[in-house]
């Protein structure tokens, strides 16, 4: 028992090595301008909250991550909404050309990004829509929304027939069996589909960077890109901007990960 | 209402918004392939096959899918080696597996741009942690033509490993414990059990993470464009920098379309060849 | 000519009163309510103080009822044309004035974002300024911008190392150049005392810094028809002469990653003997903690075999005047008042720029804060402002790989030359009809 315990704390110290990038920037970003170049010291001879303090109130982060937060709550709506009843039609319903269509789904989530950005920066052009949330909400969850679909076909099958057929029986017809029976049984699975929506529409670079344009509508990962130095890059600063940029994805990994595990496993196991 | 008519109900918003934001585009960036289009200066005609012809006869191009192709293929095999050895090395784990697992995944949750950001960082040649580390030499990562890509792909593997792990570690819970205990008995441990005993029954879902991690690795932006921007001198302009430098930086939509066309096709193809390479019957045990 | 101050206060409160009757114009009556706001959108300005504030409070003094909100821009030249390009192509929120690097007035006149100003600008106030100042931003015959701050490149030297080695005058010619920092640096024998710095990175100051080079042996980008590398073999030469800096060491290998600031603050920090940057840097050299103070000369750009001496970029600022602003009248007041001598006098004295009037260089008040005004102004008079056509970012932006390649050696002058010149010609393709 005791080498049992003492190899998973090897692991744990090996995995924490893993993940020292990270806690090297949080160190960064607590640790004084004068010792950041040249770096001579490992740890900082002392803390300081001014790079947060710059960032929180002299910076465009806290807009950002506004923006942020609001287009990926909404897009995550939108992508589950129209994804769990889609998904729900597709694993229940006659379809004529389901499998198609599913195909097409799987397809779908191998668009590359780059080959669909000009043609939706024309179409936001044309619509108006640039630099607003509305054209990040539509491009995420248009872009989720194929694993949303996919995932949730699945998670829906694996709910037993029985239930759906002894709620039948009952005298529920098809909308009352989605709302009372499925949608509450498919919830755990909805949840990590949206987590992983989530976490796209808060990572998301490229749509970001090319339909906005202002602070108006800038997300977290672009205001970071475009961080702002006169002379020199404010390393400091920058480190706090991407501590406070991985907090949601910090706050899922740590907080809801049998979700997220399970919304990973499931779409790769799905074939 | 029929079953019918409910299922078209249901599906029509869907479609409707993937049609409109998904296929359109996807049909639209091909029709802007052959056309000269630069909004800036109102230009708008046909191309023909113009675009294509200076791409394949232009270095930039190849040398794009050069490093396309290295990227790719390094990333890949580093990944997926590291991630399967992670995951041998987690599924013993008793005591601390939330621990563990938070660690592994964090690198794989952060925005990109913040991996970007942080590499950038731990590679500066006066203030980065790498060269503190190596004993304060003056290396230039990502201003050497030579470095600057395996300090690219470097900073990838980091974020990606985490993926192909956890999937592995996954399938290989499911593997009974009985089946290594029989293996000691018969005197085979260790690399021969592994041989004989995880490496078959992994090797299905490694496959599938190795067609996730190809696609991705074809289309990955972010982490270019933010950590190096393609360069230094082109050496690490993968074809999305190169599309993306195309389309924004020169408002070239025509050619930008066009570069992208060549991603879309080359996603499409390796996605075939893998799917037709898994999809045999060879279903996970 | 330009307005004396009480010229401009008078003009100040007759432009209300103008804009009050006039009928159904293009503007809104300041008195009338709300206070009319013009956005004006420019970089951060570098120096010793900031004269932005002050000028925008006496433009609101001299127009009641007007304010000016002012917006910066991010750092990067590149990222700037990004972010207009991106606004004004997509129809984002309309600004006003904005401030413009010299080379985007073409291409922003061709794509009609900004206004002709020709009926404007009476044709004193064009000739007040450098005429190299004034040629880019003319298109088509009309007049698209005003001229706010200038620059030319410049050498910078250390003047003390020269007179310790006996070197009476700052080199004429490169080759001079290479055989002072030999001869210096083997006399100071200090390791990190670098020979010539100067901007190679990926950017458009690369850029800029071979097009000097190409300049030097008196060879051009393009033709009068836009072929490129007309004089193809002095050109050659200039690259590999370029790259030749590095391999012989006479440059460190860093300068191909770096930019304006990563090489004014070695150089500012006495770790080189050469220089070449923009003039802004020696306000910095001489601020009373530098430790050049007093120890830095400026000299022409040198020359190569084949070309003249003094051959440098010149760049700068102009102010334009957007397409879709909705108060016409009063933005382009602003900008004449900000491009005015008053204007301009108070930049130069308050922040490290360079103004775009002649006039200003003989100023006995301004020479005495700043002596090398006099030479800087035949430098002006004598540098080449970069090609002057709508594609000149687009070229850029597609020969900056090709010329970075030679810098770091992945290429060879020749093969990038072919390569860059297949990319041109289909860019002329596209935009050709």
Known sequence: MRAGRRRDAVVLLALSLYAAPFFWQALTSVRPDAELLPLTRLLPSRLTWVHYDVVLRQSLMPRALINSLGIALLSTLLAIGLGALAAYALARLPVRGRGVILLAMVAATAFPQIATVSPLYLLMRALGLRDTWLALILANGSFALPLVIWLLTGFIREIPRALEEAAAVDGADRLAILRWVVLPLVAPGMASAALLAFLFSWNEFLFAYSFTATEASRTVPVALALFPGVFEVPWGDIAAASLLASLPPILIVVGFQRYLVRGLLAGALRE | MSDRGLAWLLLSPALLVLATLTVYPALWVLWLAFQYRIPVFGISRWAGLDHFAFLAEGTRFWNAAWVTGVFTVTSVALESALGLAIAVALRGQRGGRRTALALLLLAWALPSVVTAKMFEWLYHPAGGLVNFLLGDRAINWLGDPALALPSLILADVWRATPFVALLCYARLLTIPPDLYEAAEVDGAAGLQAFARITWPLVRPILLVTMLFRTLDAIRAFDIMFVLTGGGPAGSTESLTVYAYRALFQTLQIGLGSAIGVVVFALVMVVAAVYLRLIGRPERTA | ?433
């Open chain 3, 1 to 433: 000519m330009a307005p004396r101050p009480a010229r401009a206060a008078a003009a100040g409160l007759f432009l209300p009163l103008l804009l009050a009757l006039s009928a159904g114009g293009c503007g809104e009556r300041p008195g009338a309510g709300a206070p009319i706001t013009l956005v004006f959108k420019h970089a951060k300005i570098l120096g010793p103080a900031d004269p932005m504030p002050g000028l925008l409070r006496r433009f609101e003094a001299d127009h009641p009822g007007v304010r000016v909100q002012s917006e910066a821009l991010t750092w990067s030249s590149d990222e700037q044309h990004q972010f207009y390009v991106i606004n004004l192509e997509g129809g984002g929120p309309p600004f006003d004035v904005m401030m413009l690097d010299v080379i985007w007035v073409p291409e922003f006149a061709r794509a009609g974002w900004i206004l002709d100003l020709t009926s404007s600008v009476p044709p004193a106030e064009r000739d007040a300024h450098f005429p190299t100042a004034i040629a880019p931003a003319m298109q088509d015959g009309r007049l698209w911008a005003l001229p706010w701050f200038m620059n030319v490149g410049l050498l910078y030297y250390r003047a003390d190392l020269l007179a310790k080695y006996g070197f009476g005058a700052p080199p004429e010619t490169y080759e001079e150049l290479i055989a002072q920092v030999r001869r210096i640096r083997a006399g100071e024998r200090d390791p990190s005392l670098d020979g010539y710095l100067w901007q190679g990175k990926q950017y458009e100051g690369g850029m800029v810094n071979v097009l000097e080079a190409l300049w030097a042996n008196g060879a051009r980008l393009l033709d009068e028809a836009g072929r490129p590398f007309p004089e193809a073999e002095r050109a050659r030469e200039s690259l590999a002469f370029l790259r030749g800096l590095i391999e012989s060491g006479v440059s460190p290998a860093w300068v191909t990653a770096a930019d304006e600031e990563l090489t004014r603050r070695p150089f500012g920090d006495g770790r080189a003997i050469f220089l070449r940057s923009w003039p802004y840097a020696l306000d910095l050299f001489e601020l009373p903690d530098s430790r050049v103070r007093g120890k830095v000369g400026v000299a022409p750009i040198p020359r190569l075999r084949h070309g003249p001496v003094g051959a440098a970029s010149t760049g700068g600022a102009h102010l334009a005047v957007s397409a879709r602003t909705r108060h016409r009248d009063l933005a382009v007041a602003l900008a004449r008042f900000l491009t005015s001598e008053t204007a301009q006098r108070a930049m130069t004295e308050g922040a490290a720029l360079r103004p775009s009037r002649p006039a200003l260089y003989r100023d006995a008040g301004l020479i005495a804060r700043d002596p090398s005004l006099p030479a800087l102004h035949g430098l002006m008079l004598r540098g080449h402002p970069r090609p002057i056509t709508p594609y000149y970012l687009m070229l850029s932006t597609t020969l900056q790989p090709e010329f970075s390649a030679v810098l770091v050696g992945r290429k060879s002058p020749a093969r990038a030359m072919r390569d860059a010149t297949a990319q041109v010609e289909h860019l002329l393709r596209s935009v050709t009809p």
